[in-house]
């Protein structure tokens, strides 16, 4: 097996190569008119990832079946869920195509953007780790300043366009979650040995800060930050606090889990709203993935659904993990919360991407559709 920094190196010579191909294969793809910006560009880990990690020696990977079984168009699998993502929901609305997985084969010429979002991958450079080859933080955005050096600032003549046309896009990022599913409180790793729980929070806080101000200093100004969901409701945690292995998993959640994880919620709200006062023409909006996730999985009749549990597709590890390959999953994916022992429905997506957009409770301190006029 290859040492893992010479790993590293040879994926991003590969993707060098695939920029180059990219760049030299066509002119890029305009801007429609009626778009609402005239970029999506999106950072995170498998709740958004779209196909970046299919060509990386890790297990976690979604490119076969019944992964994407209900996605619109045909397209090869990579989405972690039976449809679409926020990241999908979000690109419709503003009117612009979905945005492609960096780390593809065929990796179109577009100005309108790109998923970086890697599977497993953290805020973290060690986050993920044990599953293989992530794309972290770090390495996502160095993706990002290759799309800008590579194929936006040929295609911009002037500075003052390509600055205006990275101020006016939006950038998403949904990440923190693998730092504590498969970081802290893995017990294969060692952070909850070095840190307690609230001197974690801060840490990862103050890492996700310096990455956003990376991010604002290669030009974005319109930021959608996701708070970590409640890891401790998803099944792997659920089943701890059932009296049998056996059973179906409870609709109860490991509070204790939760309770850690809060602490990097509490602080991110703080956070975003320093950076917004300090970094010049900087418009954040926070969206509260917890109360919506938690409260879904607590009351699943109130969305329209009759299992917050039990996943939809037939996983490995009794309902606990990814699902398993050509497998059937259940008749109506709608009912469930769940997709496969970590990740939510394409129903569960659209209305938490649909009350980010329209809604005033959701994201804050305003909406989506506020953040595309400013």
Known sequence: MLPPTLLHHIILIFLHFLTLLSTNASSPQKIK??????????????????????????????????????????????????????????????????????????????????????????????????????????????????????????????????KQHLSKSIYFLSVGNNDYLNNYLHPLYLESKVYDPPHFAHFLIDELSLRLQRLYGLGARKFLVSEVGPIGCIP????????????????????????????????????????????????????????????????????????????????????TSSCIPEEAPCQNPNNHYFWDGYHPTELVYSRLSAQCIHGSSLCVPLNLSHLVQL
């Open 33 to 162: 008119s009626t778009s609402l910006a005239p970029a999506l560009f999106v950072f995170g880990d498998s709740l958004v990832d779209n196909g970046n990690n299919n060509l990386l020696p890790t297990i976690a990977r979604a490119n076969y079946s019944p992964y994407g079984l209900d996605f619109p168009t045909k397209v090869l699998p990579g989405r972690f869920t039976n449809g679409r993502t926020p990241a999908d929901f979000i690109a419709e609305y503003l009117e612009l195509p979905y945005p492609p997985p960096y780390a593809s084969l065929y990796r179109p010429n577009l100005l309108t953007g790109y998923n970086y979002a890697s599977g497993a991958s953290g805020i973290l450079p060690e986050t993920g780790s044990l599953f293989g080859k992530c794309f972290n933080l770090d390495e996502q955005i160095g993706m990002f300043q290759s799309t800008i050096e590579s194929q936006l600032g040929p295609y911009f003549k002037e500075q003052k366009q390509l």
């Open 236 to 319: 792997i945690f659920a089943r701890g606090v059932t009296t049998n292995l056996n059973h179906k998993h409870g609709t109860k959640c490991d509070d204790g889990a939760n309770n850690i994880l809060l602490l990097f919620n509490k602080q991110l709200i703080e956070m975003i709203k320093i950076l917004e006062t300090t970094l010049q023409d900087s418009h954040f909006i926070l969206l509260q993935t917890y109360s919506f996730s938690y409260d879904a999985i607590m009351n699943p009749a109130k969305y329209g659904l009759s299992d917050s549990s039990n996943p939809c597709c037939k996983t490995w590890l009794n309902g």
